[in-house]
């Protein structure tokens, strides 16, 4: 079955650094695009970065681009968020998801249980 | 940017009894629409897909309707395990992607 399992999550502090990464099995790793979305505490959901297949193409958020960088290695069925110069605003649980449908009917069909990032001093 | 808003914010309802979840779009997103049910300490699911389709495992009690602007997420009969948040979403402009602000079925 489908799993994605994400790990990497912790307290840091603001303007410092922090890798997460998703361990994805049960299904051809390599043929879907993948995302981060994120969930403040007592929060709504907020979709984070995208990355193709193959990653060769990367969409980020507004909130997170220039600070955050998605990648994937296909080889280890793995997905990455480096996530640079943190602020208290990006303390969220941060969720891995599949993407499920083509084109411009895109939503996700599984989710990690996801890992939590505190940003504070 | 297209905006989901949802409605109401919260609901209140007894088991057995139909809930009605409303997701309105700013702007027509055809039938681009898909619905998640998310309980406290849990990562969201996928209910519905393409606005009206069940995905897979999902109770039948569970319908999504609508199309172009106005989006609805019906459960015909309460069940105990239903009251968690709602979320609506879509994906937005180039490779963007949004969700409504969720509503929250809770037991009366």
């Known amino acids: 079955q489908v799993q994605l399992v994400e790990s990497g999550g912790g307290v840091v502090q603001p303007g410092r650094s922090l890798r997460l990464s998703c361990a994805a099995s049960?299904?051809?790793?390599?043929?879907?695009?993948m995302h981060w979305v994120r969930q403040a505490p007592g929060k709504g959901l907020e979709w984070v970065a995208i990355?193709?297949?193959?990653?060769?193409?990367?969409y980020y958020a507004d909130s997170v681009k220039g600070r955050f960088t998605i990648s994937r290695d296909n080889s280890r069925n793995t997905l990455y968020l480096h996530m640079s110069s943190l602020r208290a605003e990006d303390t969220a649980a941060y969720y891995c998801?599949?993407?499920?449908?083509?084109?411009?009917?895109?939503?996700?069909?599984?989710w990690g249980q996801g890992t939590l990032v505190t940003v504070s001093s | 940017e297209i905006v989901l808003t949802q409605s109401p914010a919260t609901l209140s309802l007894s088991p057995g009894e139909r809930a009605t979840l409303s997701c309105r779009a700013s702007?027509?997103?055809?039938?681009?629409l898909a619905w998640y049910q998310q309980k406290p300490g849990q990562a969201p699911r996928l209910l519905i897909y393409d606005a009206s389709n069940r995905a897979p495992g999902i109770p039948a009690r569970f319908s999504g309707s609508g199309s172009g602007t106005d989006f609805t997420l019906t459960i015909s009969s309460l069940e105990p395990e239903d009251f968690a948040v709602y979320y609506c979403q879509q994906r937005n402009n180039w490779r963007m992607y949004t969700f409504g602000q969720g509503t929250k079925l809770e037991i009366k």
């Open positions: 998801a599949r993407e499920g449908g083509s084109g411009w009917n895109v939503y996700f069909d599984y």
């Open positions: 049960g299904f051809t790793f390599s043929s879907y695009a």
């Open positions: 990355i193709s297949y193959g990653g060769n193409n990367k």
């Open positions: 702007q027509s997103v055809s039938n681009y």
